[in-house]
């Protein structure tokens, strides 16, 4: 087992790749401090990791607030005793607003409050409980929406973001023995991409998930588990020697230029 005798956080848990995460962590022997805003929606999450065997308990908290962040902390340490493993996963976009020219100041503030401040935050108040027991491990997901403007421009400046407040946490925080590092999906099967879906349905756009996928080289959208997957190598220590990177799990998304060798020779 990849995460035996560890503690993990694991911050919007209560679906897609947050609840695939805290399974896999969870089966890999890792003791489970699961996140999100409702306590409530994490129940049948922990229930099924306790079922088999493994240790979990749910947070409800706003990982935008300091008084929240800084209760997680206190409560998963409680629990299972320091944190080696911190996967910042909740993430927001600017639902039903996407040009840069519509959304207003609330928007754009609450996607750089979940996305961005939320990482920062969540690093304040975990890495000081990792630096007293030696070190650890911290993921924050950002996102191929840091490179390319695959999303709305709140979103991606939130996620360049992230990928910028990492390499800075890496640089400081290495002496201490933590590492950090982006987790960078492309498209993935999760609630946050159906809302999108129909986002872009009502718009009259063409949409489904086959469509979508085939934007990538691989030709169809990740399944959460593949970026859990990813998560649990960057926690483990498979990944010792990473820290300050940027770990796209993509499909071939951004390998793309839009168009294929095939489309040139008729394949
Ligand atoms: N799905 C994709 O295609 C995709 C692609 C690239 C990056 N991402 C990123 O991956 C991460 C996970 O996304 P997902 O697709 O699983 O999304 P999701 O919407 O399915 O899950 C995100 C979870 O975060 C929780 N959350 C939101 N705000 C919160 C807050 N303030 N405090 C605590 N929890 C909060 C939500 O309640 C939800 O359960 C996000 O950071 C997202 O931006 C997703």
């Known amino acids: 087992m990849r995460l035996a005798g560890k503690v993990a956080i694991?911050?919007?848990?209560?679906?897609?790749?947050?609840?695939?995460?805290?399974?896999?962590?969870?089966?890999?022997?890792?003791?489970?401090?699961?996140?999100d805003l409702s306590e409530e929606a994490l129940l049948p999450l922990v229930k099924e990791v306790l079922d088999h065997g493994g240790r979990a308990i749910a947070i409800g908290a706003d990982v935008t607030r300091a008084a929240d962040a800084a209760?997680?902390?206190?409560?998963?340490?409680?629990?299972?005793?320091?944190p080696n493993v911190l996967f910042n996963n909740a993430g927001v976009d600017t639902e039903g607003?996407?040009?840069?020219?519509?959304?207003?100041?609330?928007?754009?503030?609450?996607v750089v409050e979940v996305n961005?401040?939320?990482?920062?935050?969540?690093?304040?108040?975990?890495?000081?409980?990792?630096?007293?027991?030696?070190?650890?491990?911290?993921i924050n997901t950002a996102s191929i929406a840091a490179f390319i403007a695959?999303?709305?421009?709140?979103?991606?400046?939130?996620?360049?973001?992230?990928?910028?407040?990492?390499?800075?946490?890496?640089?400081?925080?290495?002496?201490?023995?933590?590492r950090v590092n982006t987790l960078c999906p492309g498209a993935t099967e999760t609630p946050l991409a159906a809302r999108q879906h129909r986002e872009m349905e009502a718009a009259g756009l063409p949409t489904s998930s086959e469509i979508i996928g085939r934007m990538g080289v691989l030709g169809r959208m990740a399944d959460p588990m593949e970026m859990a997957q990813m998560a649990l190598f960057l926690a483990s220590d498979?990944?010792?020697?990473?820290?300050?990177?940027?770990?796209?799990?993509?499909?071939?998304?951004?390998?793309?230029?839009?168009?294929?060798v095939q489309d040139f020779v008729g394949a």
């Open 238 to 260: 498979d990944s010792a020697f990473a820290t300050g990177a940027d770990f796209v799990n993509d499909g071939g998304w951004t390998a793309m230029s839009g168009i294929r």
């Open 71 to 82: 209760r997680i902390a206190e409560l998963s340490e409680a629990a299972f005793g320091p």
């Open 116 to 138: 961005l401040k939320g990482v920062w935050l969540m690093i304040k108040h975990i890495a000081p409980r990792m630096i007293a027991n030696g070190g650890g491990s911290i």
């Open 150 to 178: 695959a999303s709305s421009a709140g979103y991606c400046a939130s996620k360049a973001g992230v990928v910028g407040l990492t390499k800075a946490a890496a640089v400081e925080l290495g002496p201490f023995g933590i």
């Open 10 to 35: 694991v911050t919007g848990a209560a679906g897609g790749m947050g609840e695939a995460a805290v399974r896999l962590f969870a089966r890999e022997g890792a003791a489970v401090a699961a996140v």
């Open 97 to 110: 607003k996407r040009s840069i020219l519509d959304i207003d100041e609330a928007d754009f503030d609450k």
